[in-house]
């Protein structure tokens, strides 16, 4: 029988980690972003972390993962009825953070 494990760290102790909650929603954000990008253009994935918030990336950096973004959610965040899927919706509130 294999043996499973799991590590679970409480959001108080990422909240301690990180400063606030604010850098705890940041920290989120970069990571969820990071496993689209590192499929859609794992390039960039590095320049997630040389930032504090995902707002700090360049401009041009910015513009090129909401293009990305928007590219993905056309073609998988969209159901039958062409309204946003659950993945839709997640690519959406990416995007809204990459906003200045």
Known sequence: MARRLSFRVPVCTL??????????ASFNERSRLAIILQ???PDLV???WRV???RDLSLDVRE???????????SRGLDEDEEPNA???ELGELFDALAP
């Open 15 to 24: 909240r301690r980690r990180c400063g606030s909650s604010g850098s705890v």
């Open 39 to 41: 499929r859609l253009a």
């Open 46 to 48: 590095a320049s997630l």
């Open 52 to 54: 504090r918030r995902l």
């Open 64 to 74: 090129t993962i909401a293009d990305l973004l928007g590219c993905e959610a056309a």
């Open 87 to 89: 993945y839709g919706r």
